[in-house]
């Protein structure tokens, strides 16, 4: 389709692939490093990523060169995009959105480039309510406008075993509020302005993630919404929350179990899972 609007985002959106492919999604990966080795997120064996997480080595994340970003809006516009919806995450958390602005500003092509102020699947749904303004022949405006009402609409609720990995990647930011608790305190977080943030500390893995449940269909409420459990390796653990989650909130539109970036695996331990409610 010609003089159309391309919509751009990088792999911490965590977007199934099928999803990447129906809506025409361009997806940019931040990089790992893992050892002496530093490559896109997506060249990494999960099962890889779990085990130097574990073992205490320090796998490092880092931004896409701008080059991936221009190469990408170059591509849009030789199909005939009349300009391009860049979508990423927090600019508090990388500086990946400044990668994109950097190429944006090398290219002919009109391009938009959004901060989200969020990440994961809240980044996700707000691309992919942009991808569907776009494919319904929406001009920038209603492309943008679509995308930003799903970020400011979206919560991240994220549990985590420790708070270990955020302390190593230097994300932790007011959750540092929550160190010194005892090992069966569990930490739950949001995401606030941008950065992880407290949101409660509950006793015992069990009670952590039901209360992670329990906050979901509060911020639900009675409104349809669409809600995503994300999880580094997906277990018996992510489909009692699923079932929780199916008695809890009266008006599910869509609830859907993903594969989080290895990004941000990287930065809340494979452990981790999190909850993204989206008013639909």
């Known amino acids: 389709m010609s003089n159309h609007v391309a919509v ?15 809506w025409g999604v361009q997806v940019i990966p931040l990089q790992l490093q893992v ?15 779990v085990k130097a997480l574990r073992a205490g080595h320090h796998v490092r994340t880092s931004p896409p060169d701008p080059g991936a970003f221009f190469w990408a809006y170059q591509d849009a516009a030789s199909k005939g995009a009349a300009a391009v919806v860049s979508l990423h995450l927090s600019g508090r958390m990388s500086s990946t959105v400044q990668a994109a602005r ?10 938009y480039v959004l901060d989200s102020a969020t990440t994961g699947m809240s980044l996700g749904y707000g691309v992919l309510s942009a991808a569907r303004a776009a494919a319904a022949g929406g001009q920038v405006d209603r492309v943008m406008e679509a995308a930003e009402r799903r970020f400011t609409g979206s919560s991240e609720l994220i549990y985590v075993d420790t708070l270990e ?8 930011g007011a959750a540092s509020a ?26 015992g893995s069990r009670r952590a993630l039901a209360r992670l449940a329990e906050v979901a269909a ?11 459990v994300s999880c580094f390796r997906p277990s018996d653990r992510e489909l009692t929350l699923v079932g929780e989650l ?12 993903v594969e989080a970036s290895a990004v941000i ?7 981790a899972v999190s909850i993204t409610v989206s008013p639909a």
């Open 8 to 22: 751009v985002t990088d792999s911490t959106a965590s977007l199934p692939s099928q999803l990447v492919r129906q």
């Open 178 to 203: 929550l160190f010194g608790t005892a090992l069966s305190i569990k930490p739950l977080l949001t995401l606030k302005e941008g950065e992880v943030a407290p949101l409660a500390r509950v006793p």
């Open 102 to 111: 950097q190429a944006a500003d090398q290219v002919r092509t009109p391009v």
């Open 246 to 257: 199916r008695e809890r909130i009266p008006h599910l539109r869509e609830l859907i179990v």
């Open 165 to 172: 990995y955020l302390r190593r990647g230097g994300r932790i």
């Open 35 to 49: 050892a002496d080795r530093i490559d896109d997120e997506n060249r990494f064996d999960r099962a890889e990523v």
């Open 218 to 228: 509060q911020r639900a409420g009675n409104r349809p919404a669409e809600l995503a």
């Open 265 to 271: 695996a990287a930065h809340v331990g494979p452990g």
